[in-house]
């Protein structure tokens, strides 16, 4: 008979490191911001102090170049830590909210309570930003945490457990790795909120294991992202970028454009543009791509083969490969590949595919464009290459995405003031600066009565009184 989880030496511990987090919670809640930040400031520290291994943990999980850890991941988290620092004070303050004349006498204002225990469910692609951003945010709110990284990033998440545990005591933040069954345990226990990135498939997985103890859910998942590149397009630029955009993390981006729609007028200058760039950025000498140190690798050979099998189905179903398709089982390393005559019955238009491969299709008119998008669940992101205004918002009117970017690729995540986050099938929820601080806070709404009395609604409803209910009705 197997043993379960829960009844291991391991499950009888997070199920103690909940229990102590569960009674720090209060005095979490009751911390200043000065003393959440001086919290925050201990991550700052210690991410600054420890930048050289945290980029050679991700170089050992798979090849992640030293620029695109500090692209992708330290920035993105240096710019939080440093906006939640300088308005923590604000969003922490009560906000009064107008009162109708109908309940003059009383005043209303808006408090951000912590949630309390949270749990965090980090992916393996962004191993290091999105679990600590999530939980500058969360600390930022008054709770205590206990963070689930990837275990297909063993490094990054050993890195991870090594500073939280420097950092903080396990009843206000704790660690544990561990595999799908570490998942389930936590999901398990009774968490006031759980912050999840993901795909869309274990999101519902979560999102039912909340529906036990009524939790709230952050859920930013994924899907199939759309490119649009109307006629109109600045055709080099719009190529770099997408190319970049695909390519970065070896395609392993939520947000990486999934599939590209560009005008049939300008298809052949926008894919000699684009092969272009690959060449300028991945080969610039000549070399073969898989020599570049500016190339990462697929995270693990299970993956490396998921994408090689989607590539497979779309040549034996007639898509015709015109730029990269080399593949090295060894290294998990797949070249950028571009993938023409695709169909829809393809697995690579149904599946997102988080990885370096881009399939192109043409349309004639925005319409025939946005019907493709529109029979597919509500994308993360959109993306939009036009120097037309009225074909840009044509687009933005007719579509829904979790967040648009027109003319460039990706940088939806690096501002802090702009929601991020999907709908739908693409996630739950927005992160990114004060959207962050509210998805782990309770908006508590608290009226006080200063003067005043409404005793003359109060029964017997005589019809006195019903004719002074008609009047307060009239003011609300």
């Not at 601080?437 to 908006?443: L, W």
Request: with cysteine; charged share 20%; aromatic share 8%.
């Amino acid at each position: 008979m197997n043993t379960s989880l829960a009844e291991t030496a391991l499950g009888t511990q997070l199920k103690a490191v909940f229990a102590s987090q569960r009674q720090q919670a209060q005095s979490m809640a009751l911390t200043t911001a000065d003393q959440r930040i001086e919290r925050i400031r201990r991550i700052q520290m210690w991410v600054n102090a420890h930048e050289a291994d945290i980029k050679q943990a991700m170089f050992a999980d798979f090849r992640k170049p030293s620029a695109e850890v500090t692209l992708g991941e330290l920035m993105a988290l240096h710019a939080e830590i440093k906006h939640t620092i300088r308005h923590l004070k604000q969003w922490m303050k009560p906000q009064r909210l107008p009162t109708p004349m109908s309940l003059i006498g009383t005043k209303s204002y808006l408090h951000h309570e912590p949630k309390g225990n949270v749990l965090i469910i980090a992916p393996w692609n962004y191993p290091f930003v999105l679990t600590i951003r999530p939980l500058v945010s969360a600390i930022a709110a008054g709770n205590v945490a206990i963070l689930k990284p990837s275990e297909l990033t063993p490094h990054t998440a050993g890195l991870i457990k090594t500073m939280i545990a420097e950092l903080f005591p396990p009843e206000e933040v704790a660690v544990f790795e561990g595999d799908a069954d570490v998942s389930q345990a936590l999901l398990d226990l009774p968490f006031n909120h759980i912050f999840f990135t993901g795909s869309p498939a274990i999101g519902r997985v979560v999102m039912a294991a909340a529906a036990k103890h009524l939790a709230s859910v952050t859920l930013e998942l994924g899907g199939k992202s759309p490119a649009i590149v109307d006629e109109s397009a600045a055709i080099k630029q719009a190529a770099e970028q997408l190319a970049w955009g695909k390519c970065i993390n070896n395609g392993q981006t939520c947000i990486a454009p999934d599939y590209l729609l560009v005008h049939q007028s300008i298809k052949q200058p926008f894919m000699l543009a684009f092969r272009d760039a690959l060449t300028r950025m991945y080969r610039p000498t000549g070399q073969p791509i898989e020599q570049s140190d500016s190339y990462a690798r697929i995270v693990n050979n299970r993956h490396f083969q998921r994408i090689r099998a989607l590539v497979d189905d779309a040549v034996e179903k007639g898509a015709t490969v015109t730029v990269g398709g080399t593949m090295n089982t060894d290294e998990n390393f797949i070249e950028p590949t571009v993938l023409e005559n695709v169909t829809n019955d393809m697995r690579v238009m149904q599946d997102e595919i988080f990885g370096p491969v881009l399939p192109v299709l043409t349309f004639s008119t925005l319409d025939e464009a946005l019907t493709i998008v529109n029979q597919r669940e509500k994308p993360l992101a959109l993306y939009i290459h036009s120097r037309n205004r009225t074909n840009t918002q044509y687009i933005l009117d007719r579509t829904s995405a979790g967040d648009t970017v027109v003319n460039d690729t990706l940088l939806q995540f690096a501002n802090v003031e702009l929601p991020f986050g999907g709908v739908n099938n693409s996630g739950l929820g927005k992160s990114n600066g004060f959207f962050s601080f509210q998805e782990f806070s309770n908006q508590r709404g608290i009226m006080q009565r200063d003067f005043g009395t409404m005793k003359f609604i109060y029964p017997p409803y005589t019809d006195k009184v019903k004719k002074l209910i008609d009047m307060v009705m009239k003011y609300f």
